[in-house]
């Protein structure tokens, strides 16, 4: 499991990217890949952990879920 943070996430596309330290690149992320109920959206600057599969045009992240963590590491 990885940890990063919301780039940016269009709600009305469905569809953002999150960086984190772990990767060289910033990582796809989709709605219907985001683990809670109702709603499935993200918001820049949230603190998100997610599991990663090769895209066509990069890393995607996927089972992707809210932090728990009040303090999370610095981030980037």
Not at 9 to 31: M, R
Not at 32 to 61: D, M, N, R, W
Request: glycine share 10%; proline share 5%.
């Amino acid at each position: 499991m990885h940890t990063g943070k919301v780039k940016w996430f269009n709600s009305a596309k469905g569809f953002g990217f999150i960086v984190s330290p772990d990767f060289g690149e910033d990582l796809f992320a989709h709605y219907s890949v985001i683990l809670t109920e109702g709603y499935k959206c993200l918001k820049a600057g949230q603190i998100v952990q997610f599991e990663t599969t090769p895209g066509p045009k990069g890393t995607h992240a996927i089972n992707i879920r809210l932090s728990t963590a009040s303090e999370p590491e610095d981030i980037s």
